[in-house]
């Protein structure tokens, strides 16, 4: 049974999507890596997939062809795994649960404890990656239940529960204090940026908001760790973009500051999801309720203004 690379699950999101843009949104990367992922699968594959459009993409005739063929693929290979795992002899109950980054510490944590605590699970496998490699690992039935950012209902994944949070400016303490309810995205322009790089959600939509502004925007440095941009942050060699989610334990613990950017449209929406194609069982169902209630327990919502 074939493993699929990152290029063909991006190609299968993009034809669903019948939008890069849409695409690049549901699996949390830019729309230009998105664009270079394909010039790479059509150069691989040496046929066109895609043409153009001002309302976004259609599939070629060498595209429709691919994408029922991966179709029947995914659809096999899930029917394999399913197979295997009621097989004879398996009698171990295994949960597997995806987080982003921000999770690992606390969520995670909570969740595993919590699926032995309640005799959900004989063993709990976990994994720690971004949205797009969570979400391949959901549809290949690799993991039950993913917490990731900016998830959309599709065929193969299912969001049980969403939440809005606002991005927020990140600073440390020992820089300067503001006592406002939120901040425009200009205040950060006094000081070097930090800025979260393609491989996050939030990278094009701030680096958006930040060419509008009358000032140039100093880039201190870029990266797609959260965990980096924290760190950088709480020496107050720079500032950041982050939710609250991704800093909240820095936050309590009075080494961040995070004060919501008034720009309501810099958002982001946290999802608890499972796939959308294979049965899913009560334990893990309990597990995802779970996950709601931890959330709601860490903090911070965007409320209506």
């Known amino acids: 049974m074939p493993e699929f690379s990152k290029e063909i699950y991006s190609f299968v999101e993009i034809a669903r999507e019948r939008s890069i843009r849409r695409a690049a949104d549901k699996l949390n990367i830019s729309s230009s890596a998105l664009s270079r992922q394909m010039r790479i699968l059509e150069a691989e594959l040496g046929v066109t997939l895609f043409t153009r459009q001002v309302t976004g993409v259609q599939l070629t005739e060498n595209g429709r062809v691919l994408l029922r063929q991966v179709e029947l693929w995914l659809e096999d290979h899930n029917r394999l795994r399913a197979t295997l795992a009621n097989a004879e002899g398996n009698h171990e109950r295994v949960i597997r649960i995806g987080v982003m980054e921000c999770f690992?510490?606390?969520?995670?944590?909570?969740?595993?404890?919590?699926?032995?605590?309640?005799?959900?699970?004989?063993?709990?496998?976990?994994?720690?990656?971004?949205?797009?490699?969570?979400?391949?690992?959901?549809?290949?039935?690799?993991?039950?239940?993913?917490?990731?950012?900016?998830?959309?209902?599709?065929?193969?994944?299912?969001?049980?529960?969403?939440?809005?949070?606002?991005?927020?400016?990140?600073?440390?303490?020992?820089?300067?204090?503001?006592?406002?309810?939120?901040?425009?995205?200009?205040?950060?322009?006094?000081?070097?940026?930090?800025?979260?790089?393609?491989?996050?959600?939030?990278?094009?939509?701030?680096?958006?908001?930040?060419?509008?502004?009358?000032?140039?925007?100093?880039?201190?440095?870029?990266?797609?760790?959260?965990?980096?941009?924290?760190?950088?942050?709480?020496?107050?060699?720079?500032?950041?973009?982050?939710?609250?989610?991704?800093?909240?334990?820095?936050?309590?613990?009075?080494?961040?500051?995070?004060?919501?950017?008034?720009?309501?449209r810099l958002s982001e929406t946290l999802c608890v999801c499972v796939s959308g194609v294979r049965t899913v069982g009560p334990n893990v169902t309990s597990l995802a309720y779970e996950s709601a209630r931890l959330i709601d327990a860490l903090g911070p919502a965007d409320r209506p203004a």
């Not at 391949?136 to 969001?159: G, K, P, Y």
């Open 104 to 264: 690992s510490g606390n969520i995670l944590a909570e969740l595993t404890s919590f699926a032995h605590r309640k005799g959900l699970a004989d063993r709990v496998e976990t994994r720690v990656a971004g949205t797009a490699a969570l979400l391949r690992d959901l549809e290949e039935a690799r993991l039950d239940l993913v917490v990731a950012f900016n998830v959309h209902h599709s065929l193969t994944t299912r969001v049980l529960f969403d939440r809005s949070c606002r991005v927020g400016l990140v600073y440390s303490p020992q820089l300067f204090s503001l006592a406002e309810d939120d901040v425009p995205i200009a205040r950060a322009l006094d000081f070097p940026i930090c800025l979260p790089d393609e491989d996050l959600s939030l990278h094009t939509r701030l680096y958006a908001e930040l060419l509008k502004q009358r000032r140039r925007a100093g880039i201190f440095a870029t990266s797609n760790s959260t965990s980096f941009i924290r760190e950088m942050t709480a020496r107050g060699e720079c500032v950041s973009f982050l939710t609250w989610f991704d800093v909240h334990r820095e936050v309590t613990s009075g080494r961040l500051c995070h004060v919501p950017l008034a720009e309501r």
